[in-house]
């Protein structure tokens, strides 16, 4: 049942809703996230406020929080922070995937705080940070996953695309967990060569356990971007998933590095202009309301 207060997902009749599944939140005041400091463009804070004014007309009726790389001593502090946020009425977000390190000493300890917590949807570790190759592949970090999905929780992953076979082999070690391939698979569209991932692309939605997120892609796009360079890229993520297994991500604000979440959700528009309206609502909203059960 929808919380009270929380916008109904038809909000703007006649208007595609719009389910953001990758909504990023940071208030430098309360969190630190150590890869900022790489990152001067984006550091400072960005409350509900500025994603508000981001978001305005675009009738972004719920969202799912994403995880921000917190420093791994604050990861209580920031669940703590969107759960609250998630049981507010003054605000549309109606869940969360926080951070985790699997494999790590007290892991089970920090998720068993959550079993229970319908909010928390799963947990991202993103592994292009400071993880070597393969990292996702150790014992422990498999059985962690492993574990995840016992305790009905999905993980994120967040990989560089040469290293999607990786995530393959991870997927296919854990077959009772629910997985989010992010951003596309990181594939840059600038990449002249994507045979690689293409391969390593069917191979995660020949599991029927891994859904794609359509999102991050502008990022990593060139200056002066055009909705056609990203195409390509999207719409074999959408050819390869297909219509059932695709869900719309802003990935604000890291996505103002080359684009206003506006320009971003008019680009993916753009593509998707001669699909179905059924497939576009499926990927817009309709399936992050079904897999995350809204």
Not at 206 to 211: D, I
Request: charged share 30%.
């Amino acid at each position: 049942m929808q919380k009270k207060g929380k916008p109904v997902l038809d909000a703007a009749p006649g208007s595609l809703p719009i389910v953001d599944t990758h909504q990023h939140l940071w208030d430098l005041n309360k969190l630190r996230l150590p890869w900022l400091s790489g990152a001067p463009r984006l550091n400072r804070t960005y409350d509900l406020r500025d994603y508000d004014e981001a978001t305005r007309g675009l009738n972004v009726v719920r969202t799912v929080y994403m995880e921000v790389d917190v420093a791994p001593e604050q990861q209580v502090e920031e669940a703590e922070y969107v759960l609250d946020l998630c049981r507010r009425a003054d605000n549309r977000m109606g869940a969360a995937v926080i951070s985790g390190r699997p494999g790590k000493p007290g892991f089970r300890e920090y998720i068993a705080r959550y079993k229970e917590t319908k909010e928390i949807k799963g947990i991202r570790q993103v592994l292009h940070g400071g993880t070597p190759r393969g990292y996702c592949l150790e014992p422990g970090f498999v059985k962690d996953i492993q574990h995840l999905g016992e305790l009905g929780k999905s993980f994120d992953i967040c990989i560089r695309s040469a290293e999607l076979e990786d995530a393959v082999k991870l997927v296919e070690q854990c077959p009772g967990t629910r997985f989010i391939l992010d951003h596309c698979g990181n594939m840059s569209p600038q990449e002249p060569d994507r045979t690689r991932w293409e391969s390593d692309l069917k191979r995660l939605a020949a599991r029927p356990n891994v859904v794609c997120k359509v999102s991050g892609i502008v990022a990593s796009a060139r200056e002066g971007w055009k909705a056609a360079d990203l195409a390509p890229v999207i719409n074999t993520v959408l050819q390869t998933f297909g219509p059932e297994r695709v869900m719309f991500g802003g990935d604000w604000p890291v996505c103002t590095l080359r684009a206003s979440y506006g320009d971003w959700v008019t680009a993916l528009k753009e593509i998707v202009r001669n699909r179905p309206a059924a497939e576009q609502r499926k990927l817009f909203a309709d399936n992050a309301v079904r897999f995350y059960g809204l």
